[in-house]
């Protein structure tokens, strides 16, 4: 199949073609037909399955320029808003489209005046919530509504939010909803706010046979010194090391530079301009280390990840999944090295548990020059006091004969 056997928009048609694009996705393949015919549609699909496409298909096709807002797209992520929107806005250049995102840590007052002119909103749901309490957005003429990444806005205890925003859109709309998994609470929300959906599933990108799977059990004084010596010596192309904590990405981080490793760090205590840099730098190839919490594991196109190491094993099995899917993608190969400690043992055997069908080998450790560490400050300092420690004051002579005495 062709993306012209879809009868889609000479413009369409045209820039699909300047960009290289010759044949439809699985995910594309079955979801955008019905997605024409305008018909509500769950799609199960993993990160980079091209579902944006799919669903900007419905877009290019419904939203008529210079007519308020009629498309709204929710994702649970800054990160991922500011991808679908860059995404969007190349697949419609010839239609002339305004396309925006809209999400915290930004103005409010600067989205206020770029929504005027929005015919496409791509928005997180704290951010939409808010506009919609100063109204400032307007979904009363939204034809579509985009839920993507379903299943990580409800990790994210996103659901109220979601349902305060879907009730604001007008009852005849068209829905489609995409998700890594389409679990019963996924299908207790399309129940809820779809009509009839067409279901479709598509196939994980990552390639099971072309995925090596390892880890390593040693001290957790260690697990440094050993991710030091695995990127040193292990021959790779660009790299993802997740934490669990922003406290450990930013320690990893001024440790691996120290140590000449080139990394960089993306985390939800950045401001929103400092990530979307750092993404650029990275998808650039400009670093070659990315240390990034699960933020960055969902949702984001990142090209040519050879390696994923997981510093810290996730808390929750699903997000392991996410973050090897960022490897061994498109035919390419690609490894996953999990450094354990005794307290990561509850963790991967809970990923164990859940997915049997993963094989992961245990690797003996290397012998490893020890690191010695650099600590990260933990609290910040109080204004008006020194951000040093004060020297811990020495006894004075008669509590030094006390203490000798004892």
Not at 44 to 67: C, D, N, R, W, Y
Not at 312 to 324: A, E, G, L, Q, S
């Amino acid at each position: 199949m062709k993306f012209e056997d879809f009868n889609l928009n000479k413009e369409l048609l045209q820039s699909l073609k300047e960009l290289g694009f010759q044949e439809p996705t699985e995910i594309q393949e079955k979801s955008i037909p019905p997605i024409l015919e305008g018909k509500d549609v769950m799609g199960e699909s993993a990160t980079g399955s091209g579902k944006t496409l799919a669903f900007g298909v419905g877009i290019i096709k419904q939203v008529i320029p210079k007519q308020g807002l009629q498309a709204l797209i929710v994702t649970p992520t800054r990160e991922l808003a500011e991808q679908v929107k860059d995404s969007l806005r190349i697949f419609s250049k010839k239609n002339n489209l305004n396309i925006i995102s809209i999400y915290g840590g930004v103005s409010l007052d600067k989205q206020v005046l770029k929504l005027i002119k929005a015919e496409v909103v791509i928005s997180t749901p704290g951010r939409t919530l808010d506009h919609l309490r100063r109204r400032t957005i307007n979904l009363s003429k939204v034809k579509l509504l985009v839920l993507d990444e379903a299943d990580r806005m409800l990790d994210m205890g996103f659901i109220d939010d979601v349902g305060q925003i879907i009730s604001q859109c007008p009852k005849k709309r068209q829905t489609l909803l995409f998700s890594a998994t389409l679990s019963s609470k996924i299908q207790k929300l399309a129940d809820r706010y779809m009509y009839n959906p067409i279901r479709v599933s598509a196939e994980a990108m990552v390639d099971p046979t072309k995925l090596t799977q390892v880890y390593y059990d040693i001290d957790r004084g260690l697990k440094l010194s050993l991710l030091i010596h695995l990127l040193q010596n292990e021959k790779s192309g660009l790299v993802m090391v997740f934490c669990n904590t922003k406290r450990n990405v930013d320690f990893l981080v001024k440790n691996l530079k120290s140590n000449r490793i080139e990394a960089i760090a993306i985390h939800g205590g950045l401001t929103q301009n400092k990530r979307t840099k750092t993404m650029e730098l990275f998808n650039n190839a400009k670093f070659d280390v990315l240390v990034c919490t699960d933020v960055a594991s969902r949702g984001l196109h990142i090209d040519n990840v050879s390696h994923i190491y997981n510093y810290d094993i996730p808390r929750d099995p699903k997000d392991y999944v996410h973050r090897i899917g960022r490897t061994a993608r498109a035919g390419k190969s690609g490894k996953t090295i999990n450094i354990l400690c005794q307290q990561d043992y509850d963790n991967f055997s809970n990923v164990r548990q859940e997915y049997k069908e993963f094989k992961i080998e245990k690797e003996d450790c290397p012998y490893l020059k020890r690191v010695m560490a650099i600590r990260t400050e933990s609290v910040r300092p109080q204004r008006g006091r020194s951000q040093y420690p004060q020297k811990r004051r020495l006894p004075n002579q008669q509590n030094r004969r006390r203490y000798s005495r004892n």
